[in-house]
């Protein structure tokens, strides 16, 4: 074993001491433009080192989210996507280093047919088992990824979803939220995003449910829980970590996040994840 090696073991924290470490990507990690600055790279490094479980807990589909892992030299044993219906772990044997562990599903087209009832310009997509999106208009490949195909609405009725994902041009975020509110969608989870963003999990399926097994399965205490998001889709993810760890909220947040957090770090555009990390 190198010298360097020797002396990262070294720090190695004990095995009781571990701690789960959930980053959101988008708004907490990346900018608007893409990019994590290395303050917050080098806090990730750090903890990671440490051999703490450091990892990624987001909206994004397995395709978007893998370069944000991989940018981060990051190799956590689990790793949470598509707002929980997906969750990764670690097999070498697996050309992109990671397996699909756990996939939870549901049928789209009831609230498919809800949706577009109300919102008939908006922009639809639907996420398969295998991260593959089907949608009616073109989306950001940020959000989805490349090698999608777009279909007729009709295409995406028979799907077995992951997650449906809808943009509305005609709607501001807050309006889009009311809309979707009067919606009564009770048979699905669902989170607004930014600029008019919704994502449609299955029910009871969030990143904190992801987590919750993400922790079990890697025996953590729940006192040694941290997470730090930014959008209502952190919410759930939020109170469950707050309730014996640490679920912080970047400064910038919606209030309802904020309000779900037990703690609130510095805005993206301070470094507002590694004032947390660095905390550790």
């Known amino acids: 074993m190198s010298d360097a090696a020797t002396a990262r073991s070294a720090e190695l924290v004990p095995e009781g001491d571990r701690m789960l470490i959930a980053l959101d990507i988008d708004g907490t990690l990346l900018d608007q433009n893409g990019v994590i600055t290395d ?15 450091i990892t ?63 919102l008939a310009n908006a922009r639809f997509a639907v996420e398969d088992t295998n991260g593959y999106f089907r949608y009616t208009d073109q989306f950001p490949d940020s959000s989805i990824g490349h090698g999608g195909e777009q279909v007729e609405f009709e295409g995406l009725l028979e799907m077995e979803a992951t997650r449906v994902v809808v ?23 669902y989170a607004v995003g930014w600029t008019a963003w919704l994502d449609i999990a299955p029910d ?7 987590l919750e097994r993400v922790r079990e399965n890697l025996n953590i205490p729940r006192d040694r829980v941290v997470v730090i998001g930014d959008g209502r889709n952190d919410i759930d993810m939020l109170e469950w970590a707050g309730a014996h760890g640490r679920g912080v909220a970047m400064a910038h947040s919606p209030e ?8 609130v770090t510095t805005a ?6 590694a004032r947390v990390l660095d905390s550790i």
């Not at 993206?268 to 994840?273: A, N």
């Open 167 to 189: 943009i509305s041009p005609d709607h501001d975020m807050e309006e889009f939220a009311r809309v979707v509110d009067d919606m009564g969608l009770h048979r699905v989870s």
């Open 56 to 118: 990624l807990a987001t909206g994004r589909s397995v395709a978007t989210m893998m370069p944000v892992l991989n940018e981060l030299e990051l190799t956590p044993e689990y790793a949470v996507c598509s707002n929980g219906a997906i969750t990764l772990r670690r097999d070498a044997t697996e050309p992109s280093g990671y397996r699909q562990e756990y996939v939870e599903t549901f049928d789209p087209k009831p609230v498919l047919i809800t949706l577009r009832r109300h």
């Open 39 to 53: 303050v917050v790279a080098r806090a990730v490094s750090r903890i990671q080192d440490l051999g703490h479980e």
């Open 204 to 210: 009871g399926v969030n990143k904190a449910t992801a």
């Open 256 to 263: 309802d996040v904020l309000a779900a957090a037990s703690e």
């Open 268 to 273: 993206l555009f301070e470094d507002g994840v």
